[in-house]
Every structure is written in structure tokens, then in C-alpha cells.
């Protein structure tokens, strides 16, 4: 532990320094100081306290990859007696493998696949179980809904919750859930900062401080995160991600019955864009992985700016209040090239020309919500249950303007133009549209202990979800008004959660769980279905999709709690899948039903005090079972997009010594198909590789180095139906940290 004064000391000359050396805060630190000392000549006063033995333990506390409790306020229980299946990427877990980016946290997570960013969807695009999920990410239980490329800096851990879960999280969750915890100030003062350095130009700072401040009352702190990133991809000859945060959260009353937290995260994005390979038919086109299609001058920037305040109270150890505001704004900006391919299968490689489509746009979404949930323990005769009930209400915002680059020069296929100049003859408007969306959601989840052997859950929640979707068209080539629209939707909906828990001893836990959730017409705030065509709007009035899971599953805390041991048999079915409208072309119709099932088991935690693991497999059978036969509509038993048969991934560290640390893992990804309609697009599976070595200097100096795709591997990440973007190359980050 390090005090207010050796941190002074610490940054002396920086601009936090002016803070800590402010007249307040020179005040408080003798006190402090004071307070310490009479406590030490207390405790020497007291003849029982001369008796007790002094230990001294060498060496740093081990970490930990096994998290035991979730993120969420809502589930009460820790995660060996959650009937869900539930994986969690500690802090641990990112700093060891020197994790800079959520693409590559969700690695680490095999029921989560990658696609690609489209016109109007740019960030982070993850497929949990052979479903998109891509507006199922959360920040400390609401929405993040921004479009940009998240970066871990501040973020404590990163729990996926397979499975619907509408009666947690309201609308979406087809597949799951990824809900991020924030770092947030606490009672343990420390100082962490890392310089790293790398090939591909890759250049990384980041700090995390965390302080007491007395002087603003009892269990008041401050904690600050920033980070700043600069590089390009191994083996791509284009492409650039250039990204600074900051983040602070500001604690008062920790350790008490009343409680308030205060956090505001900022994070920038200015980035060249990278579409990576089109398709040539049904294949990739096949060409040196580092061709790149773009223009050095593409440009893709982003800012997320998100405030959240929190307040708890304790009236008893039985009865607690959690309330949550928050206020996100984000904008973004980009002109992206997408490469694609007119030229007949069989055409002679160098002799096909690439069509650059540019886009190019900007947007604004906005998001303001409150939460309140009460959490009560109640005893009615035998039983005993764990009751959160609450309400949730917000509305949020979706602004963009989008438009296509006219008469720019396409490029060799084989050979394509580096450094070549932008040219276009205009970027006339295509469509500028306004969503708003207003949802409110009352929800009620009661866990009940029978006894020591069987507990079961149940839950109920109703959503409701209106849209106001307004939106004018211009002629594409021309930018020559055509229209306007407007639609108005609502939809109200029952969600629901039922769980029967089984404890034949404290350490394992076997359950059965059903649950539903519902994906409105309009889940991501616009009725548009495709930026291919005329932006067309074929899902207008439509009702929501309808899901439902079933889970058997059991879950064991091994080698005395440090390592857990999970298996988990699971079917989720859209029951009523949208589908191109055999009666009205060019609009769907709710009348397809597809199917993810198969079975997800996975290691986590201390093997022994120096050998640590992370491990997981799924097997995922996901097919259409109901579909009409027409153009348009995959067929019965066409497999479901981003959904590998088989993914697995593994990462496992080992001390050496006191001061010797090596690790290394892997991923598998089985065979994926980009498009289950016909042409029908599909990628090979792949394997890839990672090390990791790490020397500790001193108890706060490391020096740290980790090695990726270490064989190199030239294989496809992120997948879109109209291009792929190929996975980095080998690569290596050496890291200087500082820890206090």
C-alpha cells in the first residue's frame, strides 16, 4: 500500500500532481499519517495484542483467472450456483495476455464469433451461439449501445451470459449477453502503469490510480484510468487503429450503508478502416493476406462519452436499494472502402478489377436511462428467498446521415494501387434518418432455498418498447430528394426465467433452467434491413422474434474452490424467424424457425499456487428448421451464419519461480459460413497460437513480453456477407509495468 504522500511524490510534475499537492489534500495526508501511528501505539498497549505473532509473507498475491460472483446487481447468487452458463474474462486474464482490444478479450470466450463491420454498423459485431449480439452489450448492467471498437483499459471484467435473458436485460439477447464491469474506486490505494512496444508500429501507454480521500469523509476515493494506442495490424499492408481514454470514478461512503459512485469514461477512436478480402463467388478471394483495397486516407473516428451515477443504500443486511442514472453520447464519422468483385468466376486473377464502394456518413445516438432495483432476503416459513424487483425506463436516440462516393477508380485485384488518392466525383446524401426509441421494463426475480440440497428460480418481466423511426431518401448517384417516411411501433412484451437448482454437495451444483427473450423489428433503433439497394425497410410492423432456451447444466468448484469445472447441454429456437414474404416481395414475413444446440464445457481457475488456467470448447449445431422455398430464404437445414460446429480456446500460465512466468494458448474455429442463402459463403477453420513470458524485477517492476499467431497463420476473423477481414499476423508487444 502506497500513501497519499508517496504518490505525490510519485508524480511529482505531472498534472495529477496538482491535484494530490493542493492544500486540502497536503492537510489531510499527516492526519492521516497520525491516525496510524496512535493506532499502532494502541494496539502495542494491549497485552493480547503484544501475544499475537507477526507474519511476514514474501512475494505478491497470485491472481486470479476464476471469478466467483457476476457484475450484476440482479443475480444474486455467485456464479457456481447461477443456472446459466456464464464466462467471465477477469482482469487477470487481460493483463497476462496483454489484451488491448474487446475483439480479441472475446477470444477467450469460444461461444463468441466475429463479424465484420457493415455501412451502417461500425464497432464491435458479436455472434454468441450462432446469434448476432451485437446490441447485446452492456456496461455495469445498461446499455452501451455506441458503435465503436471498445478498448478494455477500464474495465474490471467482461461476464458473457449465454442464452435469452430478455428478463434481465430486457429486448434482445438471442444468444447472450456481454456485460463489461467498470474499474471503479475503492478502499485499496495502488498505482499501476504499463509502456508497451511492439512490431506493426504498435506503440500502448496506460495508468490506473486509485486514492483515498479522507478530507471528503468517511469511505470516500478516486480512481483514474487513461490509456493511449497507436499501430497497425501484422500482415496488413492497410489499416491503422489510433485510440486514447480516460476514465474517472469518484466514491463516497464506501464501506457504509449509504453509498454513491459517480463514473465518467471518454474514449476516442481515429482509425483508417480495414474491409479486408471480397469475395469472388463463394470464396475469398485468394490473394496475399497483406492486400489492402482502401485509400490511406479512409478515415473512421469515433467518441463515446458516457456518465453514470450510482447510488446505494443499506436499510438492513436484508433489504438494499440500487439505484443507476446514466447519460451516453456518442458520434461517429467515417469514409470506409469496401472491396468488391463484378468479374465472372474463372476470370484470371490479375486480370480482375476491384470496385471500391465508399460510404461514407456520420451519426449521433444518444442514451439516457435509470434503473432501481431493491434487493430483499425474506423468510416465509421453511423457505427463504432472495427477491430483486425493479424498474428500468430510458429513452434512446439514433441519428445518421449516410450517402456512397460516385466515380471512384477501382484497383488490381492481385496488385492493387498503395498509397493511391482518393478521387470521387461527390458523396451526395442516400439517406438521413431519426430513430427514437422509448422503453420501460418492471421486472421481479425470486431465488428460493428449499433447503440446503434444491433451491429454484423464477422471474417475470414486461417490457415495453416504442419506435418513432423518420427517415428522407435521396436518389443515390444524384443526391436528389425522392421522399420521406415516418413509422411509428410499439411493442409489449412478457419475459420470463425458470430455474431448478440441485446442491448435492456445497462444492458442485446440477440445474435445469428455461428461459425467453424477444428482438423487436426495430432492436437497433432504424427499420432498415440492408444498406445494399434502395436502404429497404422490410421489416416495417412487424412483431418481435420470439426465442426460447432450455439449459441442463452442472457447475463444480474443485482443488478447494480455486479452480471450477462447468458442462452445460443447451437448445435455443427462434420460433418465428424473419424471412423474405413469399407474398410480398421485398418485405419478411415472422414465419422461419431456427435452432443453436449442443454442449459448452470449460476449466477455469488455480490448478496449483503457481499454474493457472483458462480453457473452454463448444460444440454448436445450428441449422433452419423451418423456411419457405423461395429466393431469398435459406433452406431447411442450411446452417446458421458465424456459427462454428466446433470452437475451442485455451490460455494457461505457470511461476517458474518467484520472479519466472510463462504462459500460452490458442484458439480454435471451426469452418463458418459468412451467408446461408444462396450464393452460399463459408470460410475455413483455422488454428492460431500465443506465449507469453514474464520476469519480475522487482516487486514492482516487470518486464513482460507476449508473442501472437505465433505460426503465423494466414486465416479469416471477421466475416460479412459481402467481405472478410483476414486475422493479424504474427506479432510481439513488450511491456515495462509499474505497480504499486
Known amino acids: 500500500m502506497f500513501s497519499p504522500r508517496f504518490s505525490t511524490q510519485l508524480l511529482a510534475g505531472t498534472a495529477i500532481a496538482l491535484v494530490l499537492n493542493a492544500p486540502e489534500f497536503a492537510a489531510a495526508a499527516e492526519p492521516a499519517e497520525q491516525q496510524v501511528a496512535a493506532a499502532d501505539q494502541t494496539a502495542a498497549a494491549k497485552p493480547e495484542s503484544r501475544q499475537m505473532p507477526t507474519i511476514t509473507v514474501e512475494g505478491r498475491a497470485p491472481s486470479d483467472f476464476k471469478a466467483d460472483n457476476s457484475g450484476l446487481n440482479k443475480l444474486t447468487e455467485p456464479l457456481r450456483d447461477t443456472p446459466q452458463t456464464i464466462s467471465t474474462v477477469t482482469r487477470e486474464v487481460i493483463e497476462e495476455r496483454n489484451i488491448t482490444s474487446m475483439q480479441d478479450a472475446f477470444r477467450n470466450v469460444p461461444g463468441i464469433t466475429l463479424g465484420a463491420s457493415e455501412f451502417n454498423w461500425q464497432g464491435n459485431n458479436p455472434n454468441i451461439r450462432g446469434f448476432n449480439s451485437r446490441t447485446d452489450m452492456f456496461l455495469d448492467g445498461m446499455r452501451d449501445f455506441g458503435m465503436y471498437f471498445r478498448d478494455p483499459f477500464d474495465l474490471e471484467q467482461i461476464d458473457v451470459l ?33 509502456v508497451n512496444f511492439g512490431t506493426d508500429s504498435t506503440k500502448r501507454v496506460a495508468a490506473d490510480i486509485n486514492e483515498l480521500l479522507p478530507e471528503l469523509g468517511e469511505g470516500a476515493a478516486v480512481r483514474l484510468n487513461a490509456m493511449g494506442n497507436d499501430g497497425k495490424v501484422a500482415g496488413r499492408d492497410g489499416g491503422k487503429q489510433q485510440r486514447w481514454g480516460m476514465a474517472g470514478s469518484l466514491a463516497l461512503g464506501l464501506g457504509t450503508p449509504t453509498r454513491l459512485v ?32 482502401g485509400f490511406n486516407s479512409d478515415y473512421q473516428k469515433a467518441n463515446a462519452d458516457i456518465v453514470t451515477a450510482k447510488a446505494d443504500h443499506d436499510f438492513s443486511d436484508n433489504l438494499k436499494l440500487h439505484t443507476q442514472l446514466r447519460y451516453g453520447h456518442y458520434s461517429r464519422e467515417n469514409r470506409i472502402t469496401e472491396p468488391q468483385i463484378a468479374a465472372a468466376v474463372g476470370t484470371a486473377v490479375a486480370s480482375v478489377t476491384v470496385n471500391r464502394n465508399v460510404f461514407a456518413g456520420f451519426a449521433t445516438e444518444t442514451f439516457l436511462q435509470g434503473q432501481v432495483d431493491l434487493n430483499a432476503i425474506l423468510e416465509t416459513g421453511p423457505l427463504t428467498h432472495k427477491i430483486v424487483t425493479g ?3 430510458g429513452r434512446e436516440r439514433s441519428a445518421p446521415w449516410m450517402g456512397f462516393a460516385q ?19 461527390g458523396t451526395p446524401p442516400n439517406l438521413i434518418a431519426d430513430t427514437t426509441g422509448d ?7 425470486d431465488t428460493i432455498k428449499i433447503n440446503d440440497m434444491f433451491q429454484v428460480v423464477g422471474g417475470l418481466r414486461w417490457d ?13 448517384a444524384t443526391g436528389v430528394f425522392t421522399g420521406a417516411e415516418r413509422y411509428l411501433h410499439t411493442d409489449k412484451e412478457f419475459s ?24 423487436p423489428s426495430a432492436e437497433t433503433l432504424t427499420f432498415v434491413t440492408s444498406a445494399r439497394g434502395a436502404f429497404p425497410t422490410a421489416n416495417i410492423n412487424l412483431d418481435p422474434e420470439k426465442n426460447k432456451s432450455f439449459e441442463f447444466g452442472t457447475k463444480w468448484d474443485l482443488l478447494g474452490g480455486g479452480l471450477a469445472a462447468n458442462l452445460a447441454l443447451f437448445r435455443t429456437d427462434k420460433e418465428n424467424a424473419r424471412i423474405p414474404n413469399p407474398s410480398t416481395p421485398g418485405f419478411n414475413t415472422l414465419g422461419g424457425t431456427f435452432r443453436a444446440q449442443g454442449v459448452d464445457v470449460s476449466v477455469t481457475g488455480r490448478i496449483t499456487d503457481a499454474w493457472q488456467i483458462i480453457a473452454g470448447y463448444v460444440y454448436l449445431d445450428g441449422k433452419v428448421i423451418k423456411a419457405p422455398a423461395i429466393t431469398g430464404a435459406p433452406a431447411v437445414g442450411a446452417p446458421l451464419p458465424y456459427a462454428p460446429k466446433h470452437s475451442f480456446s485455451f490460455w494457461t500460465s505457470y511461476l517458474i519461480t518467484r520472479d519466472i512466468q510463462v504462459g500460452a494458448g490458442g484458439q480454435r474455429v471451426g469452418l463458418r459460413y459468412a451467408q446461408n442463402t444462396a450464393p452460399i459463403r463459408s470460410v475455413p477453420g483455422y488454428w492460431t497460437f500465443d506465449a507469453m513470458a514474464q520476469y519480475n524485477v522487482s516487486d514492482h517492476l516487470t518486464f513482460k513480453v507476449n508473442l501472437k499467431n505465433l505460426t503465423d497463420k494466414y486465416y479469416y476473423d471477421a466475416l460479412h456477407q459481402q467481405h472478410v477481414v483476414p486475422g493479424a499476423g504474427r506479432s510481439a508487444m513488450f511491456a515495462v509495468n509499474v505497480n504499486y
Open 162 to 194: 449465454q442464452g435469452p435473458a430478455s428478463m434481465v436485460f430486457g429486448r434482445g439477447s438471442t444468444g447472450g449477453v456481454i456485460n463489461s464491469v467498470s474499474k471503479e474506486a475503492n478502499l485499496s490505494p495502488h498505482l499501476f502503469g504499463s
Open 262 to 293: 459517480i463514473d465518467y469514461v471518454h474514449q476516442s477512436n481515429n482509425d483508417v478502416p480495414d474491409y479486408g478480402l471480397p469475395w469472388f463467388g463463394t470464396q475469398v478471394a485468394q490473394v496475399p493476406r497483406n492486400n489492402f483495397y
Open 391 to 393: 424498474l428500468e425506463a
Open 407 to 425: 466515380g471512384v477508380p477501382g484497383t488490381n485485384l492481385l496488385t492493387p494501387a498503395k498509397n493511391a488518392f482518393f478521387s470521387s466525383t
Open 439 to 445: 422503453g420501460i421494463g418492471i421486472y421481479a426475480l
Open 464 to 476: 415495453g418498447f416504442r419506435v418513432n423511426y423518420g427517415a428522407t431518401r435521396y436518389v443515390a
Open 496 to 519: 420470463y426465467k425458470a430455474g431448478v437448482i440441485f446442491k448435492p454437495m456445497e462444492e458442485g451444483t446440477v440445474y435445469a433452467s428455461f428461459g425467453n427473450s424477444f428482438n
